[in-house]
C-alpha cells in the first residue's frame, strides 16, 4: 500500500475508535480485538494497530472524555474518571524527563567542531532548557500542594457527610421517641 493510501472503506482510527466507544469503562480493549476489527494481524502488524489507537484515543477523548490507559501486550484499558488524575501526572513526569535528557543532550557537546555562532546556539538552547525545567520543577510543587490540599478538602467533605448522616439517624430517633404513643 502506498503511503496516504486509504486502507479500507473507513479509515483504521475510525473502526478503532468505534470499539472505543462500545468499550465500558475499565474494560481493555484488546490487540486481538483491534486486530480482527482491523483485519490485521495483533503481533505482526502491532505498530500499525497502536497507531490507529493514538487517533482513536484523542477522538475518544475530546469527543467522550474518556481516556486510555495501555495494557502492556494486551490492550488498552478505557479508565475511569477519578484516574484521569493519575495519567495527567504520569504525563507530566515524563515530560519533567524528556526536558532534562534535552538539556542533557545540549550540556554534554564536544564544542571543537563547531564555530562560534553553533556554540553559542547551544548555549542559548541550554539555557532555555534549564529555564524551562526550573519552570516545571516549581510547577510540580506547586501542583503537589494543590492536590494535597484538595485531597484534604475531600476527606473532610466525607467526614462532613457522615456527620450529617450520623446527625440525621440521631434526628430520626428523638424525633420517634417524642410521637405520642411510642
Known amino acids: ?22 468499550a465500558k469503562t475499565g474494560e481493555t480493549v484488546t490487540y486481538e480485538a483491534m ?9 505482526e502488524d502491532r505498530h ?3 497507531m490507529a489507537v493514538r487517533r482513536a484515543a484523542r477522538e475518544h477523548e475530546v469527543m467522550d472524555n ?21 495519567l495527567a501526572q504520569r504525563h507530566q513526569r515524563k515530560g519533567q524527563r524528556s526536558t532534562l535528557r534535552a538539556l542533557s543532550k545540549v550540556e554534554h557537546v564536544d564544542l ?17 532548557f534549564k529555564l524551562q525545567a526550573d519552570i516545571n520543577r516549581k510547577l510540580d510543587i506547586r501542583q503537589k500542594t494543590l ?3 484538595v485531597s484534604a478538602a475531600m476527606s473532610a467533605q466525607d467526614r462532613t457527610s457522615d456527620e450529617v448522616a450520623d446527625l440525621r439517624a440521631r434526628l430520626e430517633k428523638l424525633e420517634a421517641e417524642r410521637e405520642p404513643g411510642a
Open 147 to 149: 492536590e494535597r490540599q
Open 48 to 50: 500499525a494497530i497502536q
Open 66 to 86: 474518556r481516556a486510555l490507559d495501555a495494557v502492556p501486550n494486551e490492550g488498552y484499558r478505557v479508565v475511569e474518571a477519578a484516574a484521569h488524575m493519575e
Open 112 to 128: 571543537t567542531g563547531l564555530d562560534v555562532a553553533a556554540r553559542r546556539a547551544f548555549e542559548v538552547v541550554a539555557i532555555a
Open 1 to 22: 500500500m502506498a503511503p496516504f493510501e486509504a486502507a479500507g472503506e473507513s479509515a483504521r482510527w475510525r473502526i478503532v475508535y468505534d470499539l472505543l466507544v462500545k
Open 35 to 43: 486486530g480482527e476489527a482491523l483485519d490485521l494481524d495483533p503481533d
